[in-house]
């Protein structure tokens, strides 16, 4: 798969400590597309001397529309697989050619599997997906999806999901989905749901609407 052809859509918010690494790390395998959600540190300066595409918001709109415009500029741009990943180092880059080879041998769907989950609220999410569709981790942030995946739903989210409206769509259509362990990296930043209670609520409030 042509380099080119691969969008990686990364959302950010205030991610200056790290999002220079990540991209550039990142752009072995695919063309960076950064989501600078509103940003008041040097983020997006930082993504752009890496080398990524940077969108940016001029309000904060939160993690599922920074996904949503990365999602349309990737289609822009005629990418043909896309992969989203964090800016905050936890998903290491060169799991990124896993997914692609993933999507490159027919998969419509490739979502990664972390080693542990820090809240109940994900514990319960899991359950609830697995049990339904075999899905182990559908709040990882590392996800893979062809354009014609994105396509057929016609958008990513629609209703705050935390990033898993299209993957559950896939499920529903009985796409083939593939699944990949990985052990995540140490956070540096503060975790992007928030303090626990308000994680927690965000989480059961988009299981209520996803299941």
Not at 19 to 44: H, L, Q
């Amino acid at each position: 798969m042509d380099r080119s052809k691969v969008g990686l859509v990364i959302p950010a918010y205030n991610e200056s400590a790290t999002i220079y690494d990540v991209v550039k790390a990142a752009s072995e395998y695919g063309r960076p597309i950064v989501v600078n959600d509103c940003s008041t540190d040097d983020t997006a300066k930082l993504a752009e001397q890496a080398g990524a595409v940077v969108v940016t918001h001029q309000s904060n709109l939160g993690y599922d529309a920074a996904l949503n415009s990365g999602f349309v500029k990737a289609a822009e741009l005629d990418c043909e697989f896309i992969i989203t990943l964090d800016a905050d180092g936890q998903h290491n880059p060169n799991l990124i050619q896993k997914f692609i080879d993933k999507l490159d041998q027919g998969a419509d769907v490739v979502l990664g599997v972390r080693n542990s989950k820090p809240r109940v609220s994900e514990h319960l999410f899991a359950l609830t997906t697995l049990i339904r569709f075999g899905i182990k981790d559908p709040l990882c942030g590392m996800k893979g999806y062809t354009i014609e995946t994105y396509n057929k739903l016609g958008h990513f989210d629609n209703y705050r999901s935390i990033g898993t409206e299209l993957m559950l769509f896939g499920a529903r259509e009985k796409l083939e989905i593939v699944q990949i362990p990985f052990k995540v990296g140490e956070r540096l930043d503060a975790p992007r749901f928030g303090n626990i209670v308000k994680a927690n609520l965000k989480i059961l409030r988009a299981m209520s609407l996803s299941i």
